[in-house]
């Protein structure tokens, strides 16, 4: 059974920042493409940065290019974001998710197989 657990959300003041962690277990880590959605009410979920097995290729959205950084340690099956420059724009539910395909390169939400429970991020101005 695949689970994925964020952490690491909170409120924070516009221009702080935060770091959130998805640990997941019942899947081959190493080998899972892995990424960072996020969600706002009333609004459709929308990618934020995407992560190879391997760690050697991601990509961002455009929105959070140069504030945001996405990671992984493979020894304690973690994806991690760093999130700097933080702005009310930001503010969210953060889901990291992953794929059954090992070879999937998406920034699409309905590719992904497995999501965790999301973490809330709230950016105060």
């Known amino acids: 059974q695949v689970q994925l657990v964020e952490s690491g959300g909170g409120l924070v003041q516009a221009g702080g920042s935060l770091t959130l962690s998805c640990a997941a277990s019942?899947?081959?880590?190493?080998?899972?493409?892995m990424a960072w959605f996020r969600q706002d009410t009333g609004k459709e979920r929308e990618f934020v940065a995407y992560?190879?097995?391997?760690?050697?290729?991601?990509a961002y959205a455009d929105s959070v290019k140069g504030r945001f950084a996405i990671s992984r340690d493979n020894a304690k099956n973690t994806v991690y974001l760093q999130m700097n420059k933080l702005k009310p724009e930001d503010t969210a539910a953060y889901y990291c998710a992953a794929a059954r395909n090992t070879n999937l390169i998406s920034t699409r939400s309905s590719r992904f197989d497995y999501w965790g429970q999301g973490t809330q991020v709230t950016v105060s101005s």
């Open positions: 992560i190879f097995g391997s760690g050697s290729s991601t």
């Open positions: 019942g899947l081959t880590f190493s080998r899972s493409f």
